[in-house]
């Protein structure tokens, strides 16, 4: 190979290699046919180490809906962006075909500052439920008897007075939605399940 064809090679790879740790070593989505638009919301934020240089980047889980159906993705958060909250929308460009095939195009910074979600537990004698709350959006999770995670249901809530009402993201095709009585406590307020009366408290 000729010198001027290795230094060629070399520049492709270096520019390659950039643009990859740019985008968080993330393989670009490439559309065929008619793509749209639709904005979806973050329901979850974790945190993982970053490249060298960097302390952690955010890795962010959002839901999107395409005609009645509910779609998922997971997105790492690089200094293209700002860092995300619980409830912020997401511009997602989709592929009009096959919803499924997106990418995100954009974030909205709904929720600039991060909140602590409320959190509601029950009393049981096996396991125990809990739900968090937090800018619009419900982390409602089962814990089995020894504290492991039996179910996790993530979707947005909606309170009205003394009523909440829980709208999950349909991922499985399972998940249903429930109704929560909001009524006063000794530690602020409580959720009264709608229709087997179990009472969770903060």
């Known amino acids: 190979m000729r010198k001027g064809n290795i230094g060629i090679f ?20 490439l559309f065929l ?13 974790g ?30 958060i690089n200094r293209r962006y700002s860092s995300q909250r619980i409830g912020n929308r997401v511009q997602i460009e ?9 990418k995100v195009t954009g974030f909205y910074s ?15 004698t096996k396991g ?25 249901i993530f979707g947005e809530y909606e309170m009205k007075n003394d009523s909440l009402k829980l709208s999950p993201f349909r991922f499985s095709g399972d ?3 429930s109704c929560f009585i909001v009524a006063p406590s000794e530690r602020g307020i409580k959720l009264i399940d709608c229709e087997s009366n179990l009472e969770l408290t903060q």
């Open 128 to 152: 125990y439920s809990e739900i968090t709350l937090t800018n619009g959006i419900f982390d409602q999770i089962r814990y089995g008897s020894h504290g492991t995670i039996e179910k996790e």
């Open 33 to 45: 046919g008619k793509t749209k638009v639709t904005n979806g919301r973050i329901y979850k934020i």
């Open 47 to 76: 945190v993982t180490n970053g490249l060298v240089g960097r302390r952690y980047i955010q890795v962010v889980r959002y839901a999107y809906s395409v005609n009645g159906k509910d779609y998922q993705g997971i997105k790492k």
């Open 94 to 102: 989709y592929s009009f075909n096959h919803p499924e095939k997106h």
């Open 110 to 124: 709904d929720f600039k500052r991060y909140t602590k979600g409320e959190k509601f537990h029950s009393n049981e």
């Open 10 to 29: 070399g520049l492709v790879f270096i520019s390659f290699f950039a643009y990859m740790a740019w985008n968080n070593f993330e393989i670009p989505v």
């Open 175 to 177: 998940e249903k939605n």
